[in-house]
């Protein structure tokens, strides 16, 4: 079946800009979470939801950043007003177990460049 | 939260066994012990998890030490296909362990 879809996979933008990243996580998965991945370190976690309620956003760095899952399904990341260091991986992970404990299946990730 | 300690790198042979070790010595008693792998240019996958006991499963087995202070991960015959990276990770099960905290982790590098 089908993994869980990032897009773009690909975004390069300008200081300033505010730009949306978008995750479809597996069929039938309850829990979705958000990660940053720096070149050459393991992913950071960010935020989490267990269906559309957001139940853990301790590692938004600060708030340009922000995420919605309104049906439960698919997340929107946003960051607002960009800058050099917000430049990463980020890659959301989706399981089928609710409470967050199950296996985490991640998705292909995007690629932000900020210029 | 509990950390967990695992070398930089290391290196094997293609269809030889592969011993990834792993320290946690703060490891609390609802501690789960989680593997995820990265390979290159790809999303972290899951490879094996554990309690006490010694697990198996397709892609590796995983030894847990009598006192949870270690473990070590086992791929049976390394092949050029398990160069990636791996990492150790410690889930609570008492609360909303979700947050995978990935450290590091090991770069094995599998050479023909």
Same mark, same amino acid.
């Given at each position: /079946? #089908? /993994?869980?879809?990032?897009?773009? !996979?690909?975004?390069?933008?300008? !200081? /300033?800009?505010?730009? #949306?990243?978008?995750?479809?996580?597996?069929? /039938?998965?309850?829990?979705?979470?958000?990660? !940053?991945?720096?070149?050459?370190?393991?992913?950071?976690?960010?935020?989490?939801?267990?269906?559309?309620?957001?139940?853990?956003?301790?590692?938004?760095?600060?708030? %340009?950043?922000?995420?919605? !899952?309104?049906?439960?399904?698919?997340? =929107?990341?946003?960051?607002? %007003? =960009?800058?050099?260091?917000?430049? #990463?991986?980020?890659?959301?992970?989706?399981?089928?177990?609710?409470?967050?404990?199950?296996?985490?299946?991640?998705?292909?990730?995007? %690629?932000?460049?900020?210029? | 939260?509990?950390?967990?300690?695992?070398?930089?790198?290391?290196? *094997?042979?293609?269809?030889?066994?592969?011993?990834?070790?792993?320290?946690? &010595?703060?490891? &609390?008693?609802?501690?789960?012990?989680?593997?995820?792998?990265?390979?290159? *240019?790809?999303?972290?996958?899951?490879?094996?998890?554990?309690?006490?006991?010694?697990?198996?499963?397709?892609?590796? *087995?995983?030894?847990?030490?009598?006192?949870?202070? +270690?473990?070590?991960?086992?791929?049976?015959?390394?092949?050029?296909?398990?160069?990636?990276?791996?990492?150790?990770?410690?889930?609570?099960?008492?609360? &909303?362990?979700?947050?995978?905290?990935?450290?590091?982790?090991? +770069?094995?590098?599998?050479?023909?």
């Amino acid at each position: /079946g #089908a /993994g869980v879809s990032q897009s773009p !996979r690909y975004k390069v933008t300008k !200081r /300033g800009q505010d730009v #949306a990243l978008r995750c479809d996580p597996i069929s /039938g998965h309850v829990s979705l979470y958000w990660y !940053r991945q720096a070149l050459g370190q393991g992913p950071e976690f960010l935020t989490y939801f267990n269906y559309e309620a957001q139940q853990d956003k301790s590692g938004l760095p600060n708030d %340009r950043f922000s995420a919605e !899952r309104p049906e439960g399904s698919i997340s =929107t990341l946003t960051i607002q %007003r =960009t800058e050099q260091r917000d430049s #990463a991986m980020y890659r959301c992970a989706s399981s089928l177990a609710t409470g967050g404990f199950g296996e985490q299946f991640f998705g292909p990730g995007t %690629r932000l460049t900020v210029l | 939260d509990a950390k967990t300690t695992q070398p930089n790198s290391m290196e *094997s042979n293609e269809e030889e066994p592969v011993h990834l070790p792993c320290n946690h &010595s703060t490891i &609390s008693g609802t501690d789960y012990i989680h593997w995820y792998r990265q390979l290159p *240019s790809q999303g972290p996958e899951y490879v094996i998890h554990g309690l006490t006991s010694n697990v198996n499963n397709r892609m590796a *087995s995983l030894a847990i030490a009598e006192d949870r202070k +270690s473990s070590t991960l086992i791929l049976h015959r390394a092949t050029l296909r398990d160069a990636a990276v791996y990492y150790c990770i410690l889930r609570d099960s008492s609360n &909303s362990g979700y947050a995978l905290n990935f450290g590091k982790g090991t +770069s094995l590098l599998v050479t023909p």
